[in-house]
T-cell receptor, first 113, second 113 residues
Framework: QKEVEQNSGPLSVPEGAIASLNCTYS??????FFWYRQYSGKSPELIMS????GDKEDGRFTAQLNKASQYVSLLIRDSQPSDSATYLC?????????????FGPGTSLSVIP | DAGVTQSPTHLIKTRGQQVTLRCSPK?????VSWYQQALGQGPQFIFQ???????QRGNFPDRFSGHQFPNYSSELNVNALLLGDSALYLC????????????FGSGTQLSVL
C-alpha cells in the first residue's frame, strides 16, 4: 500500500461545477495534511492545509479531513478554467525524530469552459 | 522577499556523469528538502537538511548526497547518473526546522542521455 493515494484522473468538470478530489493515507499518526496545486511545467504551490477533523474553507476551496477513515478531500466550488492543474495531496509523516512530507501521485483536473 | 531559487534550470548529462544542483531557501527559512518528480508522478522525497545535517532520507541510493551550508543554502549531488535519474528536481524550504508549508523553487530539469 502506498503511503498517500489519490483518485485516479484525469478529472474533467464543466465550468461552474464542483470538483471533488480525494486522498487516503496509510500512517495513522500523521497530523498535518496539505493540498498543493501544480500547473503544467511549474512547481507545486500550497493552497490548503488542515490539521483537525472536519472542514476548512478558504474562498472557493474546502478541505475535509477524517482521521478515523484516514481520508482527506478537496472541494473546489464554481470551478474555473484557471483551476485546471494537477492537485497533489501531501501528508506530514512523523519519523523517529523528525517529520517529512510525503506526496501522493496527484490528480489532474481539467475545467471545461 | 526572494523566494526559493534553484540553479540551473535545465541540465543535460550522459550516463555515468556526476551532477550538482543548487538551492537557496526563502528568506527566513532554515530547512531544505529535496524531491524528485518524474513526469506524471508526484514528488518523491529524497532527503531533508537542517542545521547543516541530513536528518531524514527517503528511499534513494547513496549515489544521491547533499550538503547544507551555514547560510542555509543546499546542494544535491548525484553520482554515476542513470537514465532513470532523468526528472524534475525540486527544492523546498520551510522554517524553524519543521516541514510545515513547504515553499518550492522552480526546479531543475535533469535529462540523462
Amino acid at each position: 500500500q502506498k503511503e498517500v493515494e489519490q483518485n485516479s484522473g484525469p478529472l474533467s468538470v464543466p465550468e461552474g461545477a464542483i470538483a471533488s478530489l480525494n486522498c487516503t493515507y496509510s500512517d495513522r499518526v500523521s497530523q498535518s495534511f496539505f493540498w498543493y496545486r501544480q500547473y503544467s511545467g511549474k512547481s507545486p504551490e500550497l493552497i490548503m492545509s488542515i490539521y483537525s477533523n472536519g472542514d476548512k474553507e478558504d474562498g472557493r476551496f474546502t478541505a475535509q479531513l477524517n482521521k478515523a477513515s484516514q481520508y482527506v478531500s478537496l472541494l473546489i466550488r464554481d470551478s474555473q478554467p484557471s483551476d485546471s492543474a494537477t492537485y497533489l495531496c501531501a501528508v506530514n509523516r512523523p519519523g523517529t525524530s523528525y517529520d517529512k512530507v510525503i506526496f501522493g501521485p496527484g490528480t489532474s483536473l481539467s475545467v471545461i469552459p | 522577499d526572494a523566494g526559493v531559487t534553484q540553479s540551473p534550470t535545465h541540465l543535460i548529462k550522459t550516463r555515468g556523469q556526476q551532477v550538482t544542483l543548487r538551492c537557496s531557501p526563502k528568506s527566513g527559512h532554515d530547512t531544505v528538502s529535496w524531491y524528485q518528480q518524474a513526469l506524471g508522478q508526484g514528488p518523491q522525497f529524497i532527503f531533508q537538511y537542517y542545521e547543516e545535517e541530513e536528518r531524514q532520507r527517503g528511499n534513494f541510493p547513496d549515489r544521491f548526497s547533499g550538503h547544507q551550508f551555514p547560510n542555509y543554502s543546499s546542494e544535491l549531488n548525484v553520482n554515476a547518473l542513470l537514465l532513470g535519474d532523468s526528472a524534475l528536481y525540486l527544492c523546498a524550504s520551510s522554517s524553524t526546522g519543521g516541514t510545515e508549508k513547504l515553499f518550492f523553487g522552480s526546479g531543475t530539469q535533469l535529462s540523462v542521455l
